[in-house]
């Protein structure tokens, strides 16, 4: 399936006191790429996720962008200090891809700043997070 991540309401380039390059990627394998400063107004992410359905009906998930074992697989978005080299892993973001539309296309809707004013970490849930499918 082709996966679009589109986030919106980043957290801006500095928070908590401790970090103030802030910028966001979406994480294959251990690297983090297509980096997008915390300061934009939105980002946007796509790539491809195998598929694989069991003989139980179960899908299965894979691919460069994915992470976790099976029927747990998930897609990180990795936030850090600064960019390219220098990018230095703070928190990260979990998709849980089970819980994705099954469909050729899908969207992941994102709230990328938490009610404390701090990028999105942890598994992200509605309504921070909303699965649709393109037509």
Known sequence: ???????????????????DDIHVGVQRKHEVIEQVPGDAK?????????????????????????HGKKGERFVYLSWGDGSGESFTMFRRAKLLLSESPTAESVVARIHLTDGKGMPMCARLKPPALEWSTEA
């Open 1 to 19: 399936m082709q996966l679009r991540i589109e986030g919106h309401d980043l957290p801006g380039r500095s928070c908590g006191g401790e970090h």
């Open 42 to 66: 939105s980002a946007t992410w796509t790539f491809e996720v195998t598929t694989k359905v069991d003989a139980d009906g179960n899908r299965d998930f894979g691919g460069p962008f994915v």
